[in-house]
């Protein structure tokens, strides 16, 4: 079928592959650990999903450090040093091929302007468009947007009152990745050093702290529908009052039941959603609280294939002609260990 997809209706044969952390996005400054760690297993789970399927050759940016680090094999590597615009690489290569796979963090709206940058060469995007990133994007947007469909999220807003309430909160970049600039408050002695570091800066949101197992979904999303691949359990150090991830259980939980009208729900609530996201929640005794929406590739993308046998690239090109079929051929806990920022270890 995907023979016939490929070269009967033409859709493309040529995909560019642009992981921002390790493709370059980075190459004027020092690479971060932990955003690098989690970017070099997607791109490595990405480019082994796409050896398995025929007819389709692949681009890819590598940042310069990282040359030696990927198997690439049979893969024509563009190595970005830190002479190179970055953008104006992506455009180079983006005009060469028929379809692009982004991979990058919503902060700075770096996910965003890709998105947009593909979707105005008239390119195939093949993860969400820039429309549904506009929103997954921002945590703020996200929590008003889920709220008017009824999903319950965090209780969330714009932390511009610097006052402080009695309780645990958590104080998060508006559209930060992963755990980074994000910070747990625990008293009036935190707060008020935390309003002091970030005087000035507007762009940060405040949620109480709720207490209750990390999930996060990984699904693929075509035109309202919704489709629930498995369940994963992330586990966090807590170090020096922040949230840092130190490995994800791909697969833990098999009663997928409980989460498929939440999935249903999502899909309905944000049409535009497009390919693989990752939702992320918390599991409390008697609620499930949807924390954000990552339209994009998440680090649990990385054990899928080992967990359950299913290749989401495979399931992803399905979207482009109609539904994914989706038959696991194995049920495995897959543990995922996660490279922490240096400060943090």
């Keep these: 079928m995907l023979q016939y997809l490929i070269y009967d ?6 995909i560019l592959v642009f992981e921002y952390i390790t493709g370059g996005g980075f ?11 989690e970017g070099f297993l997607m791109l490595q789970a990405l480019l082994d999903n796409f050896s398995g399927i025929p007819g389709v050759e692949l681009i890819v940016m590598l940042d310069w450090r990282m040359i030696g680090t990927i198997n690439t094999a049979g893969i024509n590597t563009v190595m970005i040093s830190p002479e190179h615009i970055v953008s104006e690489e992506f455009i180079r290569l983006a005009k060469q091929c028929d379809a692009v796979w982004p991979i990058a963090p919503e902060f700075d709206c770096i996910l965003q302007t890709l998105c947009q940058t593909v979707e105005s060469l008239g390119k195939i995007v093949l993860t969400s468009p820039a429309t549904a990133v506009a929103i997954a994007g921002n945590k703020f947007k996200t929590y008003q947007h889920l709220s008017r469909n009824n999903i319950p999220t965090i209780p969330t807003r714009m932390f511009d009152d610097r006052f402080y309430s009695h309780g645990e909160w958590m104080i998060k970049q508006v559209d930060g990745a992963g755990c980074a600039d994000s910070y747990l408050i625990t008293g009036q002695e935190d707060f008020a050093a935390l309003v002091k570091q970030l005087q000035g800066n507007d762009q940060f949101i405040i949620q109480p702290h709720i207490q209750g197992n990390k999930i996060s979904l990984s699904c693929l999303f075509k035109q309202g529908h919704g489709w629930l691949l498995c369940a994963n359990l992330q586990k966090f150090n807590i ?3 922040q949230y840092h991830l130190s490995a994800i259980v791909v697969n833990h939980h098999s009663g997928l039941s409980d989460y498929q009208d939440l999935i249903a729900d999502i899909a309905k609530a944000l049409p535009d959603l497009w390919g693989y996201a990752g939702i992320d929640l918390i599991v409390t005794a008697d609620q499930i609280w949807v924390l954000e929406i990552n339209p994009r590739l998440t680090t649990s993308f990385a054990g899928i294939y080992a967990a359950l046998g299913i290749n989401v690239v495979e399931k992803v090109l399905q ?7 989706i038959n696991p051929l194995c049920n495995r806990q897959i543990t995922i260990k996660i490279k922490q920022d240096n400060h943090a270890v």
């Design 27 to 37: 190459n004027q400054q020092e690479l971060p650990d932990s955003l690098s760690s």
């Design 239 to 241: 170090i020096n009052k």
């Design 9 to 14: 209706l033409r859709l493309f044969v040529k």
């Design 319 to 325: 979207l482009l002609e109609g539904k994914p079929i």
